[in-house]
């Protein structure tokens, strides 16, 4: 009984350890937020872990170099078990090697191993630790789980987890009815509001998910319960895009998307079936939705053949660019949940095709350094030093460095492009645009692309609501509902709601 107790306690003590971050005293329900945090934090790890097995081969083949006897090079300091040790693997075309303790290799020539008989060098740092022969079983039978369900990204897999925790069928209420079609040959879910007393025609809102361009889905919980509320609420038709993500495609394919689903709903046939007033259409998301909804607004403000134009568009802690990961929320926010620094500079590293090991480069800005040419006419459209106001700035200097990484530039002239990244583009764009709803939290890292959008679109007279939340947090706007209940998850939607009643 009393092992048991001592057990218990342990136990108890291991998971508080694992739950409990240090958040501001200002954040909504930080208890709540941490355990919603470790719950993302496990499962990213649950499905790292094993894609690792399942992807060990793979791995060795990029990340080893064959070397002869005569130059094989001395570890130091050397392995605590001294060797890889090759293992069947229950997988097909698959064999699992596994180091007797767990270490990480951090560089190029601090570690050897042996592989199938034939010594191999490390060719360059590898950024994941092998497993404890102990941990075997376990992670086996994950591993073998993730290769039977096709699931070869651990974004495939994290993916996976989520949807099938969290997708709701198309089912239909009194007030809304809710189907799943395709538009344009995209995936959509559409939610039908009754109309107004007196009125015939309904207001349209296009309405795109957030996920990093990787995760979630329109048909998740969340996001069905947030387009209810929209369509039952504003007596109108809301269109959520089920666009294609990262890893099967990657930038500009999701625009390509987004592009043609909202396009196919413009056409007036299709607005006369839904009995869609055609002056009365927004488009709106978050996160990485609103980064695309903000790239498609500015796309469609170009568009001459556009016969019916967009009246809005409601932006959600937008992502809105990649050249300075080091503006003021971003070091404020930097390990804050759910969205702490390093994972949004991955999210973007994935969203180009990128190559992993630019990301502490890019973490530092030695992408947009001052030796890189191609940045520098694009630096003064995000110099936050006079886009935000000193009440955000306070003390925080910007980092901005002499000399830094060029070719991550060279191999990804997206971060670059204002499709990507709609807050570096030209001011007679910005012009163009529709009334604006931006929506930001201050304990995010995203907190001030939206401002300084908003500074940028003000400054050229563009109709600009920004709605702050001080003790929000990014994504809280879909936790409406037990058990991830958030106070300011449920007041950020009623605004949000509230501005596009008065405004669409």
């Known amino acids: 009984m009393r092992s048991s107790c001592v057990l218990l306690t342990a136990l108890v003590a291991l998971a508080a350890y694992y739950v409990y971050i240090p958040l501001p005293g200002s954040v909504s329900d930080p208890w709540k937020l941490m355990l919603l945090d470790a719950t993302f934090r496990g499962a990213q790890q649950v499905t790292s872990d ?4 399942a992807n060990t081969p793979d791995i060795f083949d990029h990340q080893l170099k064959a070397v002869s006897s005569v130059n094989f090079p001395v570890p130091s300091p050397p392995l605590p078990a001294g060797s890889l040790l090759p293992t069947p693997h229950p997988c097909p075309q698959a064999n699992l090697f596994v180091l007797v303790c767990v270490t990480r290799i951090t560089s190029p020539t601090d570690r050897t191993v042996l592989v199938d008989g034939a010594r191999s060098a490390v060719a360059f740092a590898l950024d994941f630790f092998f497993l404890s022969v102990e941990n075997l079983s376990e992670k086996m039978l994950r591993s073998n789980l993730i290769h039977s369900l096709g699931l070869s990204h651990h974004l495939l897999a994290l993916n996976f987890i989520i949807v099938s925790f969290g997708k ?12 799943d079609t395709d538009f344009g040959g995209v995936e959509v879910r559409v939610f039908e509001g009754s109309a107004k007393p007196g009125e015939r025609l309904k207001r349209g809102v296009v309405y795109i998910h957030g996920g990093g361009w990787a995760l979630a889905s ?22 959520s895009i089920e666009y ?12 390509h998307d987004v592009a043609r689903a909202t396009k196919y709903f413009l056409q007036p046939e299709v607005l006369r079936k839904y009995t869609v007033d055609p002056s009365r259409i927004g ?3 978050d996160s990485a939705g609103g980064n695309l909804a903000a790239a498609l607004g500015q796309q469609f403000s170009q568009d001459a053949t556009l016969k019916n134009k967009l009246k809005l568009q409601a932006l959600i802690y937008p992502v809105l660019q990649a050249l300075d990961f080091n503006t003021p929320s971003y070091q404020q926010n930097v390990n804050t949940p759910i969205l702490p620094r390093y994972v949004m500079v991955k ?9 992993y090991d630019f990301v502490q480069a890019m973490i530092v800005n030695n992408h947009t350094s001052l ?4 940045a520098a006419a694009l630096r003064a459209r995000l ?10 700035t306070k003390n925080y200097e910007p980092v901005v460095q002499a000399t830094g990484d060029a070719r991550i530039i060279r191999e990804l002239p997206q971060l670059l492009d204002a499709r990507a990244a709609p807050l570096i583009a030209d001011p007679e764009v910005l012009q163009h645009l529709p009334k604006t709803y931006i929506l930001t939290c201050e304990h995010d890292v995203l907190r001030d692309d939206g401002i300084m959008y908003a500074k940028r679109l003000e400054s050229v007279g563009v109709d600009v609501t920004l709605d702050h939340f001080d003790d929000g947090f990014h994504g809280c706007m879909i936790f409406t509902s037990w058990p991830t209940n958030f106070s300011v998850g449920i007041r950020t939607r009623n605004s949000y709601i509230k501005w596009l009643d008065q405004n669409l």
Request: glycine letters at 2%.
């Open 218 to 239: 329109a048909k998740i919980r969340y996001y069905d319960e947030l387009c209810t509320a929209m369509a039952e609420r504003l007596n109108a038709v809301i269109v």
């Open 347 to 355: 999210y973007w590293v994935d969203y180009f095709k990128g190559n």
């Open 283 to 285: 488009i709106s998301g």
């Open 371 to 374: 030796d890189v040419a191609e």
């Open 168 to 179: 709701k069928s198309a089912w239909s209420s009194a007030h809304v009815k809710v189907t």
């Open 50 to 53: 094993a894609l690792l097995l």
């Open 383 to 392: 110099n936050w030093t006079s886009l935000l106001p000193a009440s955000i």
């Open 244 to 255: 294609r993500l990262v890893p099967k495609v990657y930038f500009p394919e999701q625009i």
